[in-house]
């Protein structure tokens, strides 16, 4: 007889997810807490339990009780959701908060089935200096990990950027697009914006003797108005 962490880990399987954490990732949800579940290091509650079964596709009352079937039942969501896992400038760098201890709140959107095993989240933009591309001050910036949707930087693409400093110690974030010099030169980071206070770009580098590192972490999908 199957129990619950048995059953969530067929219907990880099922959708796709290789590992454990590549799930918890992908739903926005803390990778120990998710593990333990589907360890069955502790037991999944009906709230949890109701969110697994709707990302994986499958029926919740399957999970929590094998309720007549031996397999998961594939339903169709209502409605599909991503995470909203903090702001992003779109101006001066923003300093991430990474000692909140709370789940992202979860917000309608589809996944861009472009880029299908990419994790995907929003952030809500703050500023103006990403105006002349449309994307305003209040909209959800819709973003991809960049290592996982496997391209290379090209000029014109609108990327999330971080900064690391003190080590990695303290992030910060920016929105920005993207200028790639000739003869290898590097690249640039750019804001598109109508107000003269943005105008100097941003230089992408691996790292110096300063302790700065900035490198791109995301590719904006899209920005989503809200009214």
């Known amino acids: 007889m199957t129990t619950p962490a048995d059953r969530l880990k067929q219907a990880r399987i099922k959708a796709g997810y290789d590992s454990a954490k590549a799930a918890a990732e992908a739903m926005g949800v803390p990778v120990s807490t998710y593990i333990l579940h589907e360890n069955g290091g502790r ?113 014109g693409q609108t990327v999330e950027v971080t900064q690391y400093r003190d080590g990695g110690e303290l992030r910060e974030v920016t929105l920005k697009e993207v200028e790639v ?19 100097d770009p941003i230089k992408l580098n691996g790292g110096d003797d300063s302790g700065i590192e900035v490198k791109v972490t995301g590719l904006l999908l899209a920005a989503i108005r809200r009214f």
């Open 43 to 155: 037991g999944v509650p009906a709230g949890r339990a109701s969110r697994y079964a709707k990302f994986f596709r499958v029926a919740p009352e399957w999970l929590l009780y094998d309720r007549g079937v031996s397999e998961p039942v594939q339903i169709e969501p209502s409605l599909q959701e991503l995470p909203l896992i903090g702001h992003i400038r779109a101006g001066a760098w923003l300093a991430l908060d990474d000692s909140a201890q709370d789940e992202p709140e979860m917000r309608p959107a589809a996944k861009d089935p472009r880029y299908p095993h990419a994790k995907q989240w929003l952030r809500e933009v703050v500023g103006d200096s990403m105006n002349a591309k449309g994307i305003m001050n209040g909209d959800l910036a819709h973003i991809a990990d960049w290592a996982d949707t496997g391209l290379a930087l090209a000029s």
């Open 181 to 199: 010099l000739a003869d290898g030169q590097g690249f640039n980071l750019w804001p598109r914006s109508t107000n003269p206070r943005w105008k």
